[in-house]
Nanobody
Framework: VQLQASGGGLVQTGGSLRLSCAASGRPVSTLTMAWFRQAPGKEREFVAVRRRSGGNTFYAGSVKGRFTILRDNTENTTYLQMNSLKPEDTAVYYC????????????????????WGQGTQVTVSS
């Protein structure tokens, strides 16, 4: 499985961006797909996940209500729609995938994901 992330950029506070993660080698419907982010000097942190079975979604508290993880089976792509962006959302965003269906607490951990995209920079100006 290969993942290609795109869609990052520079946006003002309150603006929106949609990140894309195109998968090849396997249908996204058979994968649990997630987004993580990493700000300078900080560890990579969980943002959102959509589980392969049932499509349940979970979000980090800091983005809940503002971000939505979406899946398009036709395009074999997972999206992260980000609204009401804040300067603290500035980071490199990574998409990740695993073939398992993790319980919620496991989904927050980078260690369960076998496949990673290359990252896309999101910068939110104040």
């Amino acid at each position: 499985v290969q993942l290609q992330a795109s869609g990052g950029g520079l946006v003002q506070t309150g603006g929106s961006l949609r990140l894309s993660c195109a998968a090849s080698g396997r249908p996204v419907s058979t994968l649990t797909m997630a987004w993580f982010r990493q700000a300078p000097g900080k560890e990579r942190e969980f943002v959102a996940v959509r589980r392969r079975s049932g499509g349940n979604t979970f979000y980090a508290g800091s983005v809940k209500g503002r971000f939505t993880i979406l899946r398009d089976n036709t395009e074999n792509t997972t999206y992260l729609q980000m609204n009401s962006l804040k300067p603290e959302d500035t980071a490199v965003y990574y998409c990740a995938a695993t073939s398992i269906t993790p319980i919620q607490s496991m989904a927050y951990s980078t260690s369960i994901y076998d496949y990673w995209g290359q990252g896309t920079q999101v910068t939110v100006s104040s």
